[in-house]
């Protein structure tokens, strides 16, 4: 809906891009079919679970071995890992009674109804998660969610197909203080949205691959907070040039393609909102903490990208421009957790169990996963063609990939 309809509506600007997200995942809820193993389960219920990972090829991401530990609700009855020692390890983590060199003999034997896909790395995503959803499974996925939109997509159809979720590990999506800032921002702190500015760690990875591995944290949080994008024009530079085809390459980890070491994008959003994204190997002394800032016609919010986040806010006008605590920041009191990851995975897990129980999308769901991934590749498809590109990608294999070469 653009801009003027929402003002024919009626509809308060800053109001209006909840409203839509709320409408988006009413239609998908009620479009998703209900399973047998959803039908049969209630709070109490405990639902059998299993770990996939790959020791040594992504290993276990982050906690997602342990995320189904110590809850009343699952079982974990088994983990995969084709690594022996590693396997043996994970299974002591996870305090799995059951090890498998294979994960789908592992999905055939045991039979979950919940399933861990683990790897940091990215390119065995698709096929651990489309056999578990195969097997009858819902799926909490490590981030990025797939190396393509052609992946995500048959992930997507097989999860609706047979009524089943999937939620994805962009674990700053449900910090308390992040959905308080969403719940100020919707009640007007920051006046009418204009802008989100964004930076990635720009380490090593500077460029493509910290576009991809950090990126996709950021662009899920531009989702949550302004709706889809619509369109994205990029500069994607190496030692200076624009990049070609030519340069595409393999990440450090195992994520996709990638590209690039000088990146700056800019994304349009409804009402004219603004986004962008850099990262540059040059400002790797000078960038500061990674994260994003959230600017209104009234103030600034800032999220320091972290587990758990910080969040801050800046008046328009304030003397001394200086950051403050986010008002009531229900975290600023808090006892720190001892493991940071454990408790935002627990966050994660409960919210996908609770949209099994009430037959809807996860807060973080697969189709979030899938659109902070086609943020990525709308940015390599704008800078490798010189020109603007229209969300959603009709393209839906990786931009970077052979099979595109024409």
Known sequence: MPAQSAKRNG???RRFLAHSAGLAVAATTLALPSTAAEEASAPSRRYRAAIIGHTGKGNYGHGLDVCFNDRDDVEVVAVADPDAAGRAKAAQRAKAPRQYADFREMLAQEKPQLVSVAPRWTDQHHAMALAALQAGAHVYSEKPFTTSLAEADELLAA??????????AHQMRLAPNVLHLKKLMDAGLLGEPREMRSHGKQ???AGGEDLMVLGVHLFNLMHFFAGE???CSARVLHQGRAVT???ARPASENIGLVAGDDISAEFGFANDVRASFTSRAKDRESAGPWGIELAGSKGTARIAADIPPKTFVRKSGAADGAWEPLPDDPTLNAQPDKDPFAAANRRMVDELLAAVREKREPACSGRDGMKAVEMVMAVYH?????????????QREHPLAPATKQ
């Open 229 to 231: 994008a619509l369109w």
């Open 11 to 13: 509809l308060p600007r």
């Open 159 to 168: 999860a609706a197909k047979a009524g089943l979720r999937i939620a994805v």
């Open 245 to 247: 085809l030519a340069d």
């Open 203 to 205: 380490d090593r990875r």
């Open 382 to 394: 704008a800078g490798v063609s010189g020109a603007r590109v229209q969300l959603p990608l009709a």
